[in-house]
């Protein structure tokens, strides 16, 4: 069973009007920031390191690392920027919509947080440009802010300046890495940029930046207001706080749930989402989206840690979770993601360009024999290694996993 736990992402869910900013401060709301004006940014810097935050994105980068390494970047006259990247293009995810469209304001203070803590003033929200609800309760929200003292000059009298907008994607999958999406703020075009220097060195016109998705910076409010302990307390050893799985396939239940880091595939696919709709069987689900990696259930009862799953060559990705059942045609599953990549790449350099092709016309060969699923794996592993940006180190991740779990499946 599942312990009992505090929400986090979503502890108003429910209990608040999105558009009000009242009933945000009414539920503690903006108590975090007050509270961080009594501290140096430094102590913030350590607050977070201490807690043991990981990033919601799919990398799981220690928050608080890349927080200190944005905030000892030098930079000319101390312009430091912090991105927020609400852009959430992977298939199968919608959590950090889901915060968006609940709870605007809890975004804004994270973020708020996040800019304190590294000595920026400026703010984006990198949004992507279908999510018509969210774009309007951002909006809302940051009308609200500057209304009530929340964002501009001297915030609260406390010396803090802060601006934030919301800028508009246009659809690209690729712009939700970190460096593409700066060149799209920028007005470029969404090519991605060859790494190092990171965001933190230079990022946003050539000047340290802070990048973290939506559910990251949802959970710097906590913190803040909590203390170290009471969010360590939550998790496992190295993967602390709580998660947004996005459910969907052929479960009673499907949806966003926020529970604990650790909580097992059983648990969330048999108790949360109320188990396989009658008929059908459980046979294994992709953990990531497209961009993750197939498992069976020979996992359903390991722990969702970054560091569990990674000791069984899986991910946590984004935190999607597609169920599939015994009549799942997994081959056409795997045909539709490398599809995907292939639509999806940008074609800056040629291995992606060239190779997630030929992936693609590969897997819908008509007699498809084991040795194409071998070279499929070969040309996967070298396009990872020879790609500039993450889109091209991805498909190995479902093609080497479906391999691994459902070879018999794809040959049929």
């Known amino acids: 069973m599942i312990e009992l736990f505090p929400n986090i992402s979503l502890q108003r869910l429910g209990k608040v009007n999105p558009l009000s900013i009242d009933d ?18 430094i102590e913030l810097l350590e607050k977070v390191e201490k807690s043991g935050l990981r990033g919601r994105g799919g990398a799981g980068f220690p928050t608080g690392i890349k927080q200190r390494f944005a905030s000892n970047s030098l930079s000319d006259h101390d312009v430091r920027f912090v991105i927020c990247n609400a852009d959430e293009g992977e298939p199968g995810t919608f959590k950090d919509r889901f915060i968006i469209e609940t709870d605007p304001f809890l975004l804004i203070e994270g973020i708020m947080l996040a800019g304190y803590a590294i000595g920026a003033k400026y703010g984006y929200i990198y949004l992507r440009g279908e999510y018509h609800q969210s774009i309007k309760n951002m909006k809302n929200a940051i009308d609200s802010c500057y209304k009530n003292g929340y964002l501009g000059k001297n915030i609260l009298g406390s010396g803090f300046s802060f601006d934030m907008k919301v800028f508009l994607g246009a ?42 998705n939506v559910e ?14 009471a969010y360590s307390k939550i998790g496992t050893t190295e993967s602390k706080g709580t998660k947004l799985f996005c459910v969907s396939g052929n479960v009673f239940k499907t949806g966003v749930f926020e529970l604990p880091m650790g ?3 059983r648990e969330l696919i048999f108790e949360i989402s109320g188990g396989m709709k009658e008929n059908l069987e459980f046979k294994g689900a992709l953990l ?7 498992v069976d259930a020979t996992l359903l009862d390991v722990p969702l840690a970054y560091e569990t799953l990674k000791a069984h060559q899986a991910t946590m990705g ?3 979770v597609i169920v599939i059942d015994n009549k799942t045609n997994i081959h056409e599953l795997l045909t539709s993601i490398l599809s995907f990549f292939k639509h999806e790449s940008c074609g800056k350099c040629v291995p992606c ?3 997630t092709a030929l992936l693609a016309d590969t897997i819908k060969k008509e007699n498809l024999t084991e040795t194409d699923l071998m070279w499929m794996q070969s040309e996967a592993e070298y396009i990872a290694k020879n790609s500039l940006c993450p889109l091209g180190q991805s498909p190995i991740l479902p093609i080497r996993s479906c391999i691994n779990y459902f070879k018999n499946d794809i040959l049929l």
């Open 353 to 355: 360009r060239i190779g």
């Open 171 to 212: 659809g690209s999958y690729l712009c939700g890495e970190e460096l593409t999406m700066i060149e799209s703020l920028e007005g470029k075009r969404g090519y991605p940029r060859i790494k190092p220097p990171f965001p933190a060195e230079k990022g946003l016109w050539g000047l340290p930046t802070l990048i973290n």
């Open 263 to 265: 909580v097992t595939l």
């Open 216 to 229: 990251t910076f949802s959970h710097l409010p906590f913190i803040m207001n909590n203390g170290i302990e």
């Open 24 to 41: 945000f401060i009414n539920t503690d709301g903006f108590l975090a920031i007050k509270k961080a004006f009594t501290f140096q940014p």
């Open 288 to 294: 990531g989206g497209a961009a993750g990696t197939f």
């Open 318 to 320: 984004s935190g999607a």
